[in-house]
């Protein structure tokens, strides 16, 4: 006795052609960005002057490569702290997580991919797009007067101090 071959009983059970060739040209994509980026990357790094930096690197005491480490954490830390305080819901650490991806992206990729990544990893973590979005706004606004009225208050301070601000101090 010949079996007759089964009939699928839904549509769902029929592979798609299209399904499979979208995969395949998304997959050709990715491939082909990730070497775009890459000849990039090794372009960029080619231009260094290794010996230059591992020259400066050498001129270093042991423990001054600890503090700049610990400096550089303290700084990433405190760049995402507004992050945790506008978005209920969101650590310090996640915030921090966040932001340093956000800007590692933005290294690579044009401005709104960083975006995108923040507000995947939020989404990923349960917090609304809303508050997500509007927490990310605040911690811009934040940036940006923080970056500014910083300058402004150090020449406010140089003046009440009575101090000479310099060559350098004229130049900004």
């Not at 231009?47 to 005491?61: E, K, N």
Request: with cysteine; aromatic share 12%; proline share 6%.
């Amino acid at each position: 006795m010949t079996s007759v071959p089964e009939r699928a009983e839904h549509a769902d059970d029929v592979p798609d052609l299209q399904t499979g060739r979208k995969a395949w040209i998304t997959r050709g994509l990715l491939l082909v960005g990730a070497a775009v980026v890459t000849v990039v990357v090794f372009r960029l790094v080619g231009q260094i002057d290794w010996a230059a930096v591992w020259d400066s690197l050498g001129r270093l005491t042991w423990w001054q490569p600890v503090v700049l480490f610990a400096m550089l954490v303290l700084r990433q830390v405190l760049n995402a702290m507004p992050l945790a305080i506008y978005i209920p819901g969101v650590t310090l650490y996640r915030a921090t997580v966040n932001d340093v991806a956000a800007s590692l992206m933005a290294f690579v990729a044009p401005p709104p991919s960083d975006l995108a990544l923040r507000m995947a990893m939020f989404s990923s973590w349960g917090v609304s797009a809303a508050k997500a979005f509007a927490g990310l706004v605040l911690n811009m606004v934040t940036f940006y007067i923080v970056r500014f009225s910083t300058p402004l208050a150090g020449f406010v301070l140089v003046a009440a101090l009575g101090w000479s601000p310099g060559v350098a101090g004229w130049s900004c």
